[in-house]
Structure formats: C-alpha cells, structure tokens
C-alpha cells in the first residue's frame, strides 16, 4: 500500500473517530453546538418590527398574538413582561423559527390588540389569570404542550403554569429565576433598600398613582426603562413601538390591580382560590429549566442562589455580562434563543 494511501487512511480514520466521539456526547450535545452555529447572526436590533398580528378568541380574551415558523416544528411560546410587549422578541423569534420552531408571541391581557370577549369580565391583574389565558390560548392554537420562555410578568405566568399545569410544559427559560409568590409574602416587609426599588408598587397603591399612570403611562413606563437597564441604549423609535401597546383600553386596570393584589389591596377572583393555596407554599418546579440574569438588571429581582433550590428537575443558571439589563430577550436576543433551543434538547 503506498504511502499516500496510507496518509489518507489515517485521515478517514481520524475524521471517523472524531464522528465517534462527538457521538458520544449525546443528541443534546451536537444539537447545540449546530444550534450555537446557526445563531451567530441574532444581534440586537436588528429586527425592528415583529408581525403580523393575528387574534384568536381564547377563553375571556380576543388574544392578540404572532405566530413564526413551521407549524409542525415543536411549539415555543414567548412571554412580555411590564411595561413591555411583543417587541422584546422582536429578534428572538425569527431566529426560533429559522431553528424549526413554531414561535408564538401573544399580547398579555391589557396589552396590544388583545380584548376581552365581555364587557362584564373582571379586569383582573391577578398572575394565576394571566397564566390561565395562556393555556386557554394554547387550546384555542391546539397546541398540547410548549416551551414557556419569559422575563418579568412573563416569567411569572411560566412558573405559573409550570406548577399547575405541568402536563401542559415541555420546559422553561425564566429571567430572574423564580418569580411565583402569594399575598402573604407580598405584605412582608423587606429592607428599606428593596423597599426602595418597588417605589412603583406603593405609588399604584394610591388613587393617585392610578391617575398619574393613566395620564403619563408613555412617560412612566419609559422611566422604568431606563431605571430596569440602566447600560441599555434604546432609542425613543425602539420604545415607541413597544408604548403603543400600552394604549390597550385595560390596560391602566390590569396593571394596577396586578400591584395591589400582590399587596394583598385588591381582591382576586374565587374560581383561582384553589390554585392561589398552592401557590402560597412556593411549590417546586420540576420541568426542565434554565434560568437566566443580566448582570445590569436594576429592576427587583432575587439572587441566583436564593432559587437554585427551587427546581427539582434538569436546572442550569446562566448570567449574562455585557451591561444586560431586564429586558433581557430584547437586549441579548443571542443568549436567549440560545437558552430556548438548548433547554428544549434536554
């Protein structure tokens, strides 16, 4: 045999006992190292418009929403927290869907286009209610099960949905970590510090605070903006878009029963009251997750550590560096759908 022939068996065998050994790995392994290929290109900003709309009447609501990617491909949905809207996933969603992804970004109740079917519903802010519209939605969509993504109010309604809905969730990616809480806690006092950064919540307390965030909500919001990431450098256009989403005719009413419930101030509705004990115990969530911080979020929000413990099943925290803030899907659309891809191949 001569001894190029040998030269180029070496380099077969070579390259095949390196198939071999990425084999060895695992499917997840290889899966996210293409997906990690794939996704160099989702850079921030770089999509400024997400859409088109479509509505669905899904339990009490006329959702709004916007649906990428295949219909076949294994669903994702993608959560908005306040004062925010579909925009933060302006970027993260068509990277999801080019991944195969069926991605969908539903306005939450008060926000966008999404209605109520009756006048006489209840203008609930109740967390337990925002995740039951999401459900609902996922009946309206025929969707069985998903993975939940979110930040903030959109978090919340993950974990939510993660503890009594389970069936309903093949896996999580949580900013902030763990978010599910109870009137109880909410009237414990914190250090004056914290106490400090939830100046908003004491200020919807007041009949006062729900006329100044009628009258001013596109200045409002703004301000928590840039108090939420403070190293983000949005401009008045990337705002804009998302504030428009804030003229919903529920959305004053939303928000601010959101607050003062969790002050234990406002009432919740009965048919959650069940639901409401077993959140109250801070139950563990045992879906698959990754939990994600930016290092600049300076919105409240807990510890890694305080949580870890909070998840019984496969778990992974990741901070982020680089000035993130708490818009974190919008401000690195890069390490978030990366988050989502990977935790769906566990």
Excluded at 18 to 38: D, E
Excluded at 43 to 57: D, F, L, R, Y
Excluded at 84 to 94: F, G, L, Q, R, T
Excluded at 307 to 330: D, M
Aim: charge should be neutral; charged fraction near 20%.
């Amino acid at each position: 045999m001569s001894q190029s022939i040998n030269q180029q068996r070496r380099r077969f065998l070579g390259i095949a006992g390196g198939i071999l050994a990425v084999s060895r790995l695992g499917f997840i392994g290889s899966a996210q190292a293409q997906s990690k290929a794939a996704l160099t290109a989702v850079k921030a900003g770089s999509h400024t418009t997400i859409g088109p709309v479509k509505q669905i009447n899904a339990g009490v609501l006329d959702t709004g929403y916007v649906e990428m990617g295949p219909a076949s491909g294994p669903a994702v949905i993608l959560l908005h927290g306040w004062p925010y809207d579909i925009h933060s996933y302006a970027d993260v969603a068509p990277a999801l869907a080019e991944a195969g992804y069926r991605v969908i970004v539903p306005h939450l109740r008060g926000y966008g286009t999404t209605r109520f079917l009756a006048s006489d519903t209840v203008r609930s802010g109740q967390p337990v209610a925002v995740a039951a519209d999401i459900v609902a939605l996922m009946d309206a969509l025929k969707i069985e099960k998903a993975v939940l993504g979110g930040y903030d109010w959109g978090a919340r309604t993950a974990n939510i949905m993660a503890v009594l809905w389970p069936e309903r969730c093949n896996a999580m990616v949580s900013v902030s970590g763990y978010l599910i809480g109870s009137q109880a806690a909410g009237k414990v006092p914190l250090s004056p510090k914290a106490e400090l950064q939830w100046w908003y919540q004491f200020y919807f307390a007041t009949e006062r605070g729900r006329e100044g965030y009628a009258k001013n909500r596109h200045d409002f919001a703004k301000l928590i903006w840039q108090l939420a990431s403070p190293q983000w450098k949005f401009d008045d256009a990337t705002y804009d878009r998302s504030a428009a989403a804030f003229e919903n005719p529920d959305h004053v009413d939303i928000v601010i029963h959101n607050y003062r419930w969790r002050l234990g101030l406002a009432e919740g509705e009965a048919k959650y009251d069940a639901f409401e004990k077993t959140l109250a115990q801070a139950p563990v969530i045992a879906i698959p997750t990754i939990t994600m911080e930016g290092d600049a979020n300076g919105a409240p929000h807990p510890e890694p550590a305080a949580y870890a413990k909070k998840f019984s099943g496969h778990y992974e925290h990741r901070t982020l560096a680089g000035g993130i803030g708490h818009n974190l899907p919008q401000e690195a659309p890069q390490a978030f759908t990366q988050a989502i891809i990977d935790i769906s191949k566990v």
